[in-house]
């Protein structure tokens, strides 16, 4: 069972409600309005958050470049960190809240966070770094890595952040592509009890270098934020690069999309305001790292709109299963941002606790099957937290849809975007309803990529050439006609089977119906004969391929009964939890399996690779 239904006085207590109140509308007019009219609602979105210019813009959004190259608060100038830390820099509130894995606990005021940031970005400048040059952040996501961030921001440089379990090779392409000058990185991080050396990736990469940790050559971090020296806020304009985030795609070179100070800050900040619900005395804590758009995202948003960001850098079970609930527990974390695959986890280990303090939870990153989204709703959320299933991508930094609570919510649903004008298009570009087809959006958003790093052609390629002036996401969905989107994997990972297509998501939820199991795949793999055939991967009890057969023949019908049931030790995934279903498909027939930089599982791919050989019979 699952019904969230708010109130009428539940929805008006909501910043969404209250927002559409302010406005004297109801949230179903603000959202048509939002996307008919973007030249009335985004200022009203920055009106209602407060965000500062410091010189005004003159139009909202430019589309003299043509539409793929759109424009936003054009002739504003504006800047991320003076916003989310300079502007409270006279208050004694909680910023940041820092929580080692070893239990030790630190604390950033906002005061003493804007001190330590200008100092760092002192530093940096007198090392040569200014305004427009690119600065590599390879660190965990702990207070000194957001402190980095933040001073890369303020004085109009490019931070560009990477994940903290990267290799040396990821590394250094990222380094080479971005065309970075300065690096600033950690000597190492503590992990499932065991110590992280970052330090062999720094020692081995020839460019000047600031690290935290003892004992070390470089340019020590702790040196670099004690400085008594500050400068001021660089006043950026509202198109001028902010932020570099890598795509973590499996086949080919990352691609560097590219950020700017407006469009990213007031997107961001609407939707961490409306779709979390976030107020001052709340705690966000992410399950997330700095080089993942959710880490950006989470700490913008939060201290913009002056809350509580937890950071934590080391395992959510570790030293007991039960890790996650003292941390959230003990440091009061209101909003959660979590995985379906963490909500698998815990309940495939049984636990009996529950998330008591916590208000909103937040997800993305992977489609929801229907029973783990019950178990959190019911069980972990106690039948009262919302979800805020939101679903957008590193090239947009924000969201296109959103589940939030001041919406009634449908099992595994999104909502559409505030704002984000994301619907439903079939193959011949027209918009449909109840009926599976691509994610687009028909309009630009402040938040869009501005671009691929150095690469123009192929951000044009990616994005608008499969319908004319439409952004096309690559998503694979369905909407109807409430506002509610349903998600079902890439389009890339569509499935045809007997003339039908149907995502990955829509199998899998059958599969993951099957007691025993506890996480699953599903794949498309040639055969000679029926062209398509399925391929289900999964983890849990062994013996169990008759019963998903059936499961699945029953749900889907008899064509897509699968060629292969197929159990494995885990599910290949990326670090930051999608499953990498290209990935598994290449193994198994034996094709290249492309970048496979971003993920831990290099020896369970090359276990689907050595299952592949027998199961297709290759020499």
């Known amino acids: 069972m699952f019904d969230y239904n708010p109130s009428e006085e539940a929805i008006a207590y909501t910043n969404l409600g209250r927002f559409a109140s302010s406005l004297g509308m109801s949230i179903r007019d603000l959202y048509i309005r939002a996307d008919r009219d973007p030249e009335w609602f985004w200022p009203k979105v920055i009106e209602d958050i407060g965000i500062e210019f410091f010189r005004e813009y003159q139009s909202v959004v430019d589309l003299s470049g043509g539409i793929p190259w759109a424009k936003w608060f054009t002739g504003g100038s504006i800047n991320i960190e003076y916003n989310a830390v300079e502007r409270h820099s006279g208050s004694g509130k909680t910023a940041i809240v820092y929580q080692s894995e070893d239990g030790e606990i630190s604390k950033l005021s906002y005061s003493e966070l804007n001190r330590r940031v200008s100092a760092l970005s002192s530093t940096i400048r007198?090392?040569?770094?200014?305004?427009?040059?690119?600065?590599?952040?390879?660190?965990?996501?702990?207070?000194?890595?957001?402190?980095?961030?933040?001073?890369?921001?303020?004085?109009?440089?490019?931070?560009?952040?990477?994940?903290?379990?990267?290799?040396?090779?990821?590394?250094?392409?990222?380094?080479?592509?971005?065309?970075?000058?300065?690096?600033?990185?950690?000597?190492?991080y503590t992990r499932k009890g065991k110590t992280i050396d970052m330090s062999a990736v720094a020692d081995r990469i020839d460019m000047k270098t600031i690290m935290d940790g003892e004992g070390t050559k470089f340019y020590r971090f702790e040196d670099a934020i004690s400085g008594g020296k500050s400068v001021p806020v660089e006043h950026t304009s509202s198109e001028d690069p902010a932020i570099m985030l890598y795509t973590s795609g499996t086949t080919g070179r990352p691609k560097g999309t590219i950020h700017v100070h407006g469009g990213a800050l007031v997107n961001i900040a609407k939707e961490v305001k409306y779709y979390m619900d976030l107020r001052e005395n709340d705690v966000l804590h992410w399950i997330t790292d700095l080089g993942w758009m959710m880490g950006p995202w989470a700490l913008i948003g939060t201290n913009t709109l002056r809350g509580t960001i937890f950071l934590?850098?080391?395992?959510?079970?570790?030293?007991?299963?039960?890790?996650?609930?003292?941390?959230?527990?003990?440091?009061?974390?209101?909003?959660?941002?979590?995985?379906?695959?963490?909500?698998?986890?815990?309940k495939f280990r049984g636990t009996r606790r529950t998330f008591d303090t916590v208000r909103v939870f937040g997800s993305t990153g992977e489609p929801w099957d229907e029973e783990s989204w019950l178990y959190l709703f019911n069980?972990?959320?106690?039948?009262?937290?919302?979800?805020?299933?939101?679903?957008?991508?590193?090239?947009?930094?924000?969201?296109?849809?959103?589940?939030?609570?001041?919406?009634?919510?449908?099992?595994?649903?999104?909502?559409?975007?505030?704002?984000?004008?994301?619907?439903?298009?079939?193959?011949?570009?027209?918009?449909?309803?109840?009926?599976?087809?691509?994610?687009?959006?028909?309009?630009?958003?402040?938040?869009?990529?501005?671009?691929?790093?150095?690469n123009p052609e192929k951000y044009l390629e990616t994005y608008w050439s499969r319908f004319e002036n439409v952004w096309f996401h690559g998503d694979f969905g369905e909407m109807d006609e409430d506002g509610y989107f349903y998600l079902y994997g890439r389009s890339d990972d569509v499935i045809k089977i007997?003339?039908?297509?149907?995502?990955?998501?829509?199998?899998?939820?059958?599969?993951?119906?099957?007691?025993?199991v506890t996480e699953c795949a599903v794949v498309s793999i040639p055969d000679r004969i029926k062209g398509d055939v399925l391929a289900v991967f999964y983890v849990g009890d062994?013996?169990?391929?008759?019963?998903?057969?059936?499961?699945?023949?029953?749900?889907?019908?008899?064509?897509?009964?699968?060629?292969?049931?197929?159990?494995?030790?885990?599910?290949?995934?990326?670090?930051?939890?999608?499953?990498?279903?290209?990935?598994?498909?290449?193994?198994?027939?034996?094709?290249?399996v492309g970048d496979t930089s971003n993920t831990d599982d290099s020896d369970v791919i090359r276990e689907i690779e050595d299952i592949g050989k027998m199961a297709l019979r290759q020499p």
């Open 126 to 188: 007198d090392m040569g770094v200014g305004k427009g040059d690119r600065v590599a952040i390879y660190m965990p996501f702990n207070a000194k890595s957001a402190i980095a961030f933040y001073a890369v921001l303020r004085i109009g440089a490019v931070a560009v952040p990477m994940f903290s379990g990267y290799g040396l090779d990821a590394v250094r392409g990222r380094l080479e592509d971005s065309g970075a000058g300065l690096l600033i990185t950690s000597s190492s």
């Open 312 to 346: 934590y850098d080391g395992a959510i079970d570790y030293p007991d299963p039960d890790r996650i609930f003292d941390i959230v527990h003990d440091n009061g974390i209101t909003l959660l941002g979590l995985s379906p695959t963490v909500v698998r986890m815990i």
């Open 379 to 454: 069980v972990l959320g106690r039948g009262k937290a919302p979800i805020s299933n939101i679903s957008g991508g590193t090239d947009i930094i924000g969201c296109f849809l959103a589940s939030n609570p001041a919406i009634p919510q449908k099992p595994r649903c999104l909502y559409r975007g505030l704002g984000m004008n994301a619907s439903i298009f079939d193959e011949d570009g027209k918009e449909v309803y109840g009926k599976v087809g691509y994610l687009v959006a028909r309009f630009p958003s402040p938040s869009m990529t501005r671009g691929l790093w150095g």
């Open 498 to 516: 007997a003339g039908k297509r149907v995502g990955p998501n829509e199998v899998e939820d059958l599969v993951m119906r099957v007691d025993g």
């Open 542 to 592: 062994p013996g169990l391929n008759g019963r998903i057969e059936k499961e699945i023949e029953m749900g889907m019908g008899k064509p897509f009964r699968p060629a292969h049931v197929i159990r494995i030790s885990r599910i290949p995934k990326t670090r930051n939890g999608k499953i990498m279903r290209r990935v598994i498909r290449s193994a198994f027939c034996g094709l290249p």
